[in-house]
């Protein structure tokens, strides 16, 4: 009991010794639109060689495999330039170790959630402690919310890198790891979509506070980006025979290597709004057909709401009733774990869901309107 009672208290005094430093340390940057991953730590002589390595010989394989399939060209040079690897490297090092960091007093409650609940000497008194330790965990989900949607908002041509390298791993040194629930082509069409609304974030963030005549432009070359990279993956996943579907491929690839290479120029370097060059948009069909019968992205934060309720109403009735007995820890803690996979949806959704850009393709047999600098000017 003593020890029972020992943990709650070092959890309750860690999130409130950690959690207000983290919030002050990150407010900052989160407010003046400067949440670059890597930005200050990544320069420390000790720490920017922490996954480093990992993120070179991850672009190195991917470079090498597409020179195996479609023989040395110019194009796959950007793959290997120092601006790529800093920016994949920041995003898959420092953006998920930041995640982890502001998480980590949450998880802790998490495991004080469930002690809390246990029947040994369930007192009603006792439900203030799972309101307490509920919010704590409520609270750490929200700052990794807004964190994503920091970066995203400060750092659009790296997310748009990292989303791009993802695209081509898809199709090369990844193409056989979909999740079970998926084929390859359906995954593949998934990371596609992901690079288009990376695409148009970037489009509204990097274009804000230019001249009405610059927005336009780059909304409009964005928009046609978008269309040629879901014509191009059309293609390859409509291709009856290995020739065509090879062709289509290689299309596909010096597209996204071509948004790479402006999406990594450094900040100093970029000194216009191009997208792409301009002989990868050759082909480009004015209209694409959209998806339709999509659902509403707020949607899909009912499921982990309703999912986090029915956890925390089932461990509250075990822990009242003392039904399982001894066993109420672990029933809540393996709840718990197989709601990691939706929590982790949870965490990137329930923000952006309120937030999304507009799509910049038209449906299909429409014609596709020209934005205008009002239109452009609402869309920051």
């Given at each position: 009991m003593g020890t029972r009672q020992t943990f709650l208290w070092f959890v309750f005094y860690f999130w409130f010794l950690v959690t207000p430093g983290t919030l002050v340390a990150y407010y900052f940057p989160w407010v003046s639109g400067?949440?670059?991953?890597?930005?200050?730590?990544?320069?420390?002589?000790?720490?920017?060689?922490?996954?480093r390595r990992r993120a070179e010989n991850r672009l190195g394989a991917l470079k090498g495999h597409l020179a195996e399939r479609l023989g040395p060209s110019a194009?796959?040079?950007?793959?290997?330039?120092?601006?790529?690897?800093?920016?994949?490297?920041?995003?898959?090092?420092w953006a998920q170790l930041s995640r982890i960091f502001l998480s980590a007093p949450g998880?802790?409650?998490?495991?004080?959630?469930?002690?809390?609940?246990?029947?040994?000497?369930?007192?009603?008194?006792?439900?203030?402690?799972?309101?307490?330790?509920?919010?704590?965990?409520?609270?750490?989900?929200?700052?990794c919310c807004i964190d994503i949607r920091a970066v995203r908002n400060a750092d659009p041509s790296g997310t748009v890198t990292a989303t791009a390298v993802g695209v081509l791993e898809s199709f090369t040194t990844r193409a056989g790891q979909p999740s079970a629930s998926s084929t390859p082509a359906a995954w593949q069409s998934r990371m596609v979509e992901q690079l288009c609304t990376a695409l148009v974030r970037r489009a509204h963030r990097e274009s804000a506070g230019a001249v009405p005549g610059s927005r336009l432009a780059m909304a409009q070359s964005t928009a046609t980006v978008v269309r040629a990279l879901r014509h191009r993956a059309a293609l390859v996943h409509g291709s009856v025979t290995g020739e065509e579907r090879t062709s289509h491929e290689r299309d596909l690839w010096l597209l996204v290597c071509s948004v790479l290479t402006y999406s990594s120029r450094p900040r100093a370097d970029v000194v216009d709004f191009r997208v792409v060059d301009a002989d990868r948009l050759a082909d480009v069909p004015e209209t694409v057909p959209d998806t339709t019968a999509v659902p509403s992205p707020k949607a899909g934060v009912l499921v982990p709401l309703l999912f986090l309720c029915a956890l925390v109403a089932i461990a509250v009735g075990l822990g009242v009733t003392g039904?399982?007995?001894?066993?109420?820890?672990?029933?809540?803690?393996?709840?718990?774990?197989a709601a990691v996979p939706v929590a982790r949806r949870f965490g990137v959704t329930v923000l952006d869901s309120f937030t999304q850009p507009p799509p910049l393709s038209p449906a299909a047999g429409q014609e596709e309107p020209l934005p205008t600098a009002e239109a452009v000017r609402r869309a920051a």
């Open positions: 400067t949440r670059v991953p890597g930005r200050r730590l990544g320069r420390v002589p000790l720490l920017k060689r922490l996954g194009e796959f040079e950007v793959l290997t330039s120092k601006p790529l690897v800093d920016q994949v490297h920041a995003h898959a090092t998880m802790l409650a998490c495991v004080a959630l469930a002690v809390v609940v246990t029947p040994l000497t369930w007192r009603t008194g006792q439900l203030w402690a799972v309101g307490v330790y509920l919010g704590f965990v409520l609270v750490s989900v929200l700052l039904a399982a007995a001894e066993f109420t820890g672990p029933i809540v803690i393996a709840l718990a774990m």
